[in-house]
Every structure is written in structure tokens, then in C-alpha cells.
């Protein structure tokens, strides 16, 4: 980081830039503190994010649209904090953004080509959607580009890269069985930059912010678990923090969606909540300024921060189809009948058994149980042995 | 036995299964049975539609707690099984239970043969497991490492303890926790179907042979005669020799074999 300062030398700070926009010193104080609180940071660490912010000449960051439905961008735009929607995503933070940027054509690709050419190493890279690779990667091309082209020459030059929702942390839908277009997250084929996967589909609005925030004033990765994913955020399990997660301990489930179990607001695991398998930050952050997420609401989790979320279905059934043998065969499915085949094996073979082997049943060799022996003094039968 | 047993057929008790051996196999029926049973109910839990209010119940966090202790006396015993295949009696070493050498898997076709399709009567005597046998519970050994290894992954985010710790790296290569769970789940099945097949075996090779092989898992002994034990000596199935039980003179091939 040492050349970024020569480098970005015409870009203000960003609190220079929230100042000219008009946020008062004392909305950015609370701006600091409630990110800091997202973060996990101690109260001192605030005043280390607010020095941060004040001093450090914002980081360029080019954010890629590839095979997606813009979920994510909604999320951050829906941030409760108007910080984070209007100043840190739209018009501060973003050099490049296909959504949002006011450029377009060949204005905007000049853009792109000026911004990893000039910052070459000091950039951010953000990518929303998956990189489609069959047929050439002509499944998503963007300014005559293919996605796989743009994703390997932006990453080249980026300093880390941030892998926004499940399309680009593990494919989502479009990777989902059969994935025709080959549909591929960018952590399987960038494998030589960090890489920081927000996982969710889409990813909380506060979270995505925490993770922007984090990188660009620490400067450096957030820590994270083995899939990834920033541990902030993607800790603990929707589970672990779960209002209803009494009722799961105390055995009280809801057994469909309209019996009194479920106006009682008991565990939906029996019907297909994938909450204690699910790390994500629904029962402490929630949606929507922390109204409310789907388990409030009396729905299931689907598992949307968890790679193949689309493949492990259906969705309101507690067991699933097992991988590998088709629709509507589970677990259970093919264990009962490979248990049935082998009680039916077992009982056939204990009928042939006494067929086949009536004579010896029961023996050593030379033995013949089948005959008194007339003389029992007499040596062993010889025709047996 | 109508009077076959005469002088020509010398038997011997043979003492197969030692202590350890045996404790293992009980401690692991039970194991297996309680984490299949209490993981059947977390995969499914029954309808209790009890009036009572959360607070007051915790019955499903029982089951689970149950399933995690089995889970650690289950692989404490494994892992003490794996001990006693580098000190056991040659019947326990693990070398039986890879069929490597050819007279191993000529036995194991034969096994197919007889005991199975029973084309041909000429039966298969051995002192300890048949080939097939032993290879079957490298098989289930296996079953037993990938259960140990994917329920401790599953088991690492509820628990501070180091030791599930070690089995984090599990799960990455699944790709999602919920991946992982229904491979933990269909190896219950797997155990299930085992479990099956191996009691009817044992009830078929007692009733057809009368070795006493279903005794020989609470005492130990089988009964065999000698010219089977001597072939199976001859046969170099299990020619691996077990630890002497009394210090034995010092000869300076047995040093050089040890070492
Ligand atoms: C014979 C061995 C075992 C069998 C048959 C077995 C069976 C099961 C089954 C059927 C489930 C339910 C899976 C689901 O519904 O998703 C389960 C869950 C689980 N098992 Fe096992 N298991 C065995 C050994 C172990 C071991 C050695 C551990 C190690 C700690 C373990 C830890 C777990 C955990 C953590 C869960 C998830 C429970 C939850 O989150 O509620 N299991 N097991
Ligand atoms: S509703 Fe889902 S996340 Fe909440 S306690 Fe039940 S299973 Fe866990
Ligand atoms: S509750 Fe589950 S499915 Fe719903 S948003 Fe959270 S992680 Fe995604």
C-alpha cells in the first residue's frame, strides 16, 4: 500500500468526499459507530475506522456484473444508512459499476481500461454474478467481452477481490443442476488473489457494507472461515441465533404451515428449515433495517449463503434428495429399499441355504450327521472327507 | 450330533477373540445402535404435540446430547481398536483385513462361492474371519471413519474443544454443512444394511458350521478341528504371529523380524 498514496493522489479521501456531500461531522461519527458495531470492533476501534476514513485516500473499486439478477446491488441500495447507499455505493466509492455508473458504451469500458491500467495492484474488484464457461463463455458477454475475459484481466491487476452472493461465491441457480452454461464462481477460477466471498442470496445490505468498510479503511482482509466468508457476518448459524430455537430444543415443530404449531411459532425445521446448517447473520442483523427475516415471518431458511442451496431440495422438506440418484429419491427412499433387499436376500438365502446344504448342515468336515453311526467306534466315514 | 463326534475328529478350542476384541465389538453394537437410533430421531423428530411451553422441555437437545456422547465413546473405541490391530492376536491384526496376498483373495472368491451362491459345498473353515470377512469390516471401517470425521465436522461449530477442531477441514470438501449432513445421514443406512447382513451371516455360519462363531464374540473360543487349524496355518492366511504371552527366549531371527 505504500504506492497507493502517489497513485491516487488526485482522489480525495472519502470523508472529504462525504463532507463536500454534506454529511455532518456528527452523522459521520454515528456512521463510524454503527459500522464499527457491525464489524465487531471494540469502541476504540471506531475512532481507528473514523481516522481511517478521514485520512486514507479511498481505495478505486470497479464492481463487475456478470450472470446475476442485481439482488445484491439492490440489497446495499435498500441499506437502512444513507451513507452507505447514496455516498459509499453510488457516488463515491463506484469508478466502475455497469448498473449505476451514468457512462455507458464505449465510455464506460475507456473507464474500466483507465482505472486497471493506472491503478494496476491498488484496486478493488467487486463482482456480482457467476462467470458462465461452456461454449466459449459466450453465455455473458459485456462490451464484447466475455465474462471469463473481463473477470481474468480485471483480477490481475486488483489487490483483492470481493465475490458478492451466492452466484459469485458458489454459482446459485444458474450453477444449479444440470448448469448448462457451465456457471462458475469466481473463487474457481481466480486463484491467486484474496479473496472475500459474502455469501446470501442476496447478502444482508449492512453486511455487504461492513465487508466494503472493513477493506477500505483497515486495509486489510477481515478474517475469515474456511469457505471464505467473512467471520463478522458468517460466524454462527442462522440457528445459533434463532429466536425459535427453543422451541427446537424443547422438540416442538411445526408440522405444516397452517396447523397451530405454527401459529404458536414453534421450529420450522421439520419443515425444511435449513437454518441450523446456514451461516449467515438473519437472527442478529435481520432484513430490511432489522424488521424482520424469513424465519420471523414463518418461513423456512432456504440455506441462501450456502454453496448448492438450489440442488439440495426441496426446500420445505427436512430430508432431502440424495445427490447423485435423481428427483424424489432420498435417503430414505434408497436405504429402504437396499434394507428391504437385503432382509429379502437374507431370508431367500437362509431357505436356499437349507436346500443346498441339508446334508452338511451343522458338520465338520469328514462328519455325517445325517446317519447314526452303527459303530460308533469306528473310524470316519471316508467317502466324505 | 448323533454320535459323529469320535475319536478321529481331534478338536480344539481355539481362543480367538480376545478380551479387548470382544469389548470393542459389544461397545460398538451399542454405540452404532444408540447414534443410529438417536440420529434417526434428529433427522426425524416425532410429532409430540405437547401442550407444554418451551421452557420446560428439552427433549430433542437430549437426543442430540446423546448422540454426541455415544459419538465420542464410538470413536474412543475405534481408536482403541485400531491400537489393538498393531498388538493383538493375529486374528486381530490388521493386516487381515487387507486382501493382499493371493491365498486372501482366492479365499474370498471362494467365500462368494460357498457361502454365498452356494454353487459348490466344499465349505470354507477358518480360525478367525473368512477373507471376505475381514475385508467387508475394512469396509466398515471406513464407513466408521467418514461417520467420525463428518459428524465431528458437524459437531466443530457447537464445540469449543480441540479435538473437534481437527475435523474442520471436512467440510469444505462437501462445499456446504447441509451437504455434508446428507452424506452423514445416508451412511446410517449404510449401517443399517450392514448391520442386517453381518447378523444373518453370523446366525448362518453358526447353524451351517457350528464353529460356535456366535458364542465366540462373549467368550472368545471357537471350536475347530485340527487339521483345519493346521491348514489355515499352512495357508499363510493368518500367518502373522501374535505377541507371545510369555516372554519368549530371545532368538536372534525373532529380533530381526521385529525390527
Ligand atoms: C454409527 C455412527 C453414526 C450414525 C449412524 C450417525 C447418524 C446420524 C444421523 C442419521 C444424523 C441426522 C442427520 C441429519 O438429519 O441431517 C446425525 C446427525 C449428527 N451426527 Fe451422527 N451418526 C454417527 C456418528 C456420529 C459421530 C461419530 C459424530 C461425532 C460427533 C456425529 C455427529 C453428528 C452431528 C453433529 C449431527 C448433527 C446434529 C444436529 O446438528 O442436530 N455422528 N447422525
Ligand atoms: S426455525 Fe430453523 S433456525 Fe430457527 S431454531 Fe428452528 S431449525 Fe433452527
Ligand atoms: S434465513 Fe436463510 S435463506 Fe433466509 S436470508 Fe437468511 S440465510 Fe438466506
Same mark, same amino acid.
Not at chain 1, 302 to 308: D, L, M, R, V
Given at each position: 500500500m505504500n504506492s497507493t498514496r502517489e497513485v491516487t493522489e488526485n482522489i480525495p479521501t472519502v470523508y472529504e468526499q462525504m463532507i463536500a456531500r454534506g454529511v455532518s461531522r456528527r452523522d459521520f461519527m454515528k456512521f463510524c459507530a454503527w459500522m464499527g458495531a457491525y464489524l465487531g470492533v471494540e469502541s476504540s476501534g471506531i475512532a481507528q475506522i473514523a481516522k481511517a476514513i478521514e485520512t486514507k485516500r479511498r481505495i478505486p473499486v470497479v464492481w463487475l456484473h456478470f450472470q446475476e439478477c442485481t439482488c445484491c446491488s439492490e440489497s446495499f441500495l435498500r441499506s437502512s444508512h444513507p451513507i452507505v447507499a447514496d455516498i459509499l455505493l453510488d457516488k463515491i466509492s463506484l469508478d466502475y459499476t455497469e448498473t449505476l455508473q451514468a457512462a455507458a458504451g464505449f465510455q464506460a469500458e475507456e473507464i474500466l481500461q483507465d482505472i486497471i491500467t493506472k491503478h494496476k495492484g491498488e484496486y478493488l474488484m467487486l463482482v456480482e454474478g457467476s462467470v458462465p464457461l461452456a461454449a466459449d463463455g459466450c453465455y455473458c458477454v459485456v462490451g464484447g467481452k466475455s465474462a471469463i475475459d473481463t473477470v481474468k484481466e480485471v483480477a490481475a491487476g486488483a489487490k483483492a477481490i470481493v465475490a458478492w452472493g451466492n452466484c459469485a461465491c458458489s454459482g446459485c441457480v444458474q450453477a444449479a443442476n444440470p448448469n448448462p452454461t457451465r456457471a462458475t464462481p469466481i473463487n474457481a477460477i481466480i486463484k491467486d488473489k484474496p479473496i472475500v466471498n459474502v455469501q446470501g442470496c442476496p447478502p444482508i445490505a449492512e453486511v455487504m457494507a461492513g465487508v466494503l468498510v472493513h477493506l477500505l479503511t483497515f486495509d486489510r482482509l477481515p478474517q475469515m472461515d474456511s469457505?471464505?466468508?467473512?467471520?463478522?457476518?458468517?460466524?454462527?448459524?442462522v440457528h445459533d441465533t434463532c429466536y425459535r430455537r427453543p422451541n427446537y430444543d424443547a422438540g416442538l415443530f411445526v408440522e405444516t404451515f397452517d396447523d397451530e404449531n405454527a401459529k404458536k411459532g414453534y421450529c420450522l425445521y421439520k419443515v425444511g428449515c435449513r437454518g441450523p446448517s446456514t451461516y449467515n447473520s438473519c437472527g442478529t442483523i435481520r432484513w430490511n433495517n432489522g424488521v424482520s427475516y424469513p424465519i420471523q415471518s414463518g418461513h423456512p431458511c432456504?440455506?441462501?449463503?450456502?454453496?448448492?442451496f438450489w440442488d439440495n431440495g426441496p426446500f420445505y422438506q427436512r430430508l432431502t434428495n440424495f445427490p447423485g440418484f435423481g428427483i424424489e429419491a432420498t435417503a430414505d427412499k434408497i436405504g429402504l429399499a437396499v434394507g428391504a433387499a437385503a432382509v429379502g436376500g437374507a431370508l431367500a438365502h437362509a431357505v436356499l441355504t437349507n436346500v443346498r446344504k441339508r446334508d452338511t448342515i451343522g458338520e465338520q468336515p469328514g462328519e455325517d450327521n445325517q446317519k447314526l453311526d452303527p459303530n460308533p467306534t469306528a473310524a470316519e466315514d471316508p467317502k466324505k472327507s | 450330533m448323533n454320535g459323529s463326534i469320535n475319536g478321529s475328529h481331534d478338536y480344539a478350542r481355539v481362543y480367538v477373540w480376545e478380551q479387548p476384541v470382544r469389548w470393542f465389538h459389544w461397545i460398538n453394537a451399542v454405540t452404532v445402535i444408540v447414534l443410529g437410533a438417536t440420529g434417526w430421531l434428529i433427522a426425524n423428530p416425532p410429532a409430540?404435540? =405437547?401442550?407444554?411451553?418451551?421452557?420446560? =422441555?428439552y427433549w430433542f437437545g437430549d437426543v442430540r446430547f446423546i448422540h454426541f456422547a455415544a459419538a465420542y465413546v464410538f470413536t474412543a473405541n475405534f481408536a482403541f481398536r485400531l491400537y489393538w490391530s498393531l498388538v493383538g492376536n493375529k486374528y486381530s491384526k490388521w493386516r487381515n483385513f487387507f486382501p493382499l496376498r493371493r491365498a486372501q483373495i482366492r479365499q474370498i472368491g471362494d467365500v462368494l462361492k460357498v457361502d454365498i451362491l452356494q454353487s459348490t459345498q466344499k465349505p470354507v473353515h477358518t480360525v478367525g474371519h473368512n477373507s471376505m470377512a475381514y475385508f467387508t469390516y475394512a469396509g466398515t471401517g471406513l464407513l466408521t471413519v467418514f461417520q467420525i470425521a463428518s459428524g465431528f465436522a458437524l459437531y466443530a461449530p457447537m464445540s469449543e474443544s480441540w479435538f473437534p477442531a481437527l475435523f474442520t477441514w471436512v467440510m469444505p470438501l462437501f462445499g456446504s454443512e447441509f451437504s455434508l449432513r446428507i452424506f452423514h445421514y445416508a451412511v446410517m443406512w449404510a449401517f443399517t444394511v450392514f448391520t442386517i447382513i453381518h447378523v444373518y451371516l453370523v446366525f448362518y455360519h453358526d447353524y451351517v458350521e457350528g464353529h460356535g462363531v456366535l458364542s465366540s464374540m462373549v467368550g472368545g473360543w471357537k471350536f475347530l478341528e485340527k487339521k483345519t487349524i493346521a491348514a489355515e496355518e499352512a495357508s499363510g492366511i493368518s500367518p502373522y504371529p501374535s505377541k507371545p504371552t510369555t516372554p519368549a527366549p530371545v532368538a536372534p531371527t525373532q529380533v530381526a523380524k521385529i525390527n
Open positions: 469457505l471464505g466468508r467473512p467471520k463478522a457476518f458468517y460466524s454462527r448459524r432456504i440455506g441462501c449463503s450456502e454453496a448448492k | 409430540f404435540m =405437547s401442550e407444554t411451553e418451551a421452557s420446560f =422441555s
